[in-house]
């Protein structure tokens, strides 16, 4: 069969027109354009500046603008149902972390769903609180601290950066399993909390490593101890709170997720991309010095992690009966 001259340069425009789309349609042209990260909290805190420095090694990785956003409120929620709503296209990402694991259960709406809307893509680094109190309080171990809060059950202050925030969790999962009665004093922020804590006025804090890593140095706070099961390689001399209280872990994470949805080559790539990163000796000293360590982990595994961390803070919010406020 012959064909017209006319019907001929159709196909061929065709075949052109499916050669230029299918590299985007297959994947292999991602990324194309810059790619947008959403840190549901202000500029300068531990999630802002970790994900910053993930931010600009993926853009030399891949090539394309890596742009970070703020979008503060809610504890995170606003910037997580905008992520929860956008593309699933691999161009906006989410920095998720303990937060979002917490909000999952104190925050419940109809709006959303942290685990329906936002899928894993890789971790980035994990933190330990520390556990510090005014150096007048007598207690210089856990040990001494739970001793000490037994003594006086209800007379001890807990500060947190606010109700629901990861040291408040973590310091009410202490107290759960240590058998004490603390009261919490719930300040608009960090800064607050540790200047009352300095003054006096309150007891203790459990505080992410990044706040508080300076103050111990200085000796103007005491370390009982870190949350996380090992201890923090920039301060080697604290002990971990398991050794007193067995089976006790907390840690302040962080990582990236992606609308629901998000084609898993592109996932896929993103997290060797993310990984390959982590695995770079200067992010590792960066992290390493603000008192991480890099986490690790493809996709699923990770989704495994924020759903582990979900079920685990669900049953302090619970037990605990913990509002959001």
């Keep these: 069969m012959k064909l017209s001259r006319r019907k001929c340069l159709h196909l061929a425009a065709s075949a052109g027109a499916l050669t230029a789309v ?3 349609a297959w994947g292999e042209a991602y990324p194309s354009r810059p790619i947008r990260i959403v840190v549901g909290f202000p500029a300068g805190g531990t999630p802002d500046i970790l994900t910053r420095i993930i931010g600009q090694r993926l853009q030399e990785r891949l090539g394309q ?3 970070v956003e703020n979008k503060p409120g809610a504890s995170g929620n606003i910037a ?3 992520v929860g709503r956008s593309a699933a296209d691999g161009y906006t990402l989410l920095a998720v972390g303990a937060p979002n694991a917490i909000n999952a259960t104190l925050y419940p709406s109809p709006n959303f769903d942290f685990v329906r809307d936002i899928a894993p893509v890789a971790g980035l680094a994990r933190l330990p609180d520390i556990i510090v109190v005014n150096p007048d309080l007598p207690a210089r171990t856990v040990a001494e601290f739970i001793d000490h809060a037994k003594a006086n059950p209800g007379k001890l202050t807990m500060a947190s950066a606010g109700n629901g925030t990861s040291g408040h969790m973590a310091g009410e999962l202490f107290s759960i399993m240590a058998g004490i009665d603390l009261l919490h004093v719930p300040y608009r922020g960090g800064v607050a909390a540790v200047t009352d804590l300095l003054a006096g006025r309150v007891q203790v804090l459990f505080d992410v490593v ?4 300076e103050l111990v140095k200085t000796g103007k706070l005491r370390a009982l101890a870190v949350t996380t099961t090992e201890r923090c390689p920039a301060l080697p001399d604290v002990p971990v709170a398991a050794q007193s209280l067995p089976g006790y872990e907390a840690s302040y994470w962080t990582g990236f997720g992606a609308p629901k949805g998000t084609p898993a080559d592109i996932v896929d790539k993103l997290n060797r991309e993310i ?3 982590l695995a770079d000796p200067a992010i590792k000293a960066r992290i390493a010095d603000m008192g991480g360590a890099a986490l690790v982990l493809p996709p699923p595994q990770f989704g495994k992690f924020m759903a582990d961390e979900i079920d685990k803070w669900a049953k302090v919010i619970h037990s605990a009966n913990i509002k959001a406020g």
């Design 22 to 24: 299918a590299p985007a």
């Design 65 to 67: 603008p890596v742009v």
């Design 275 to 277: 990984n390959a990163a």
């Design 210 to 213: 990044t706040n508080s890593i």
């Design 80 to 82: 997580t149902l905008g």
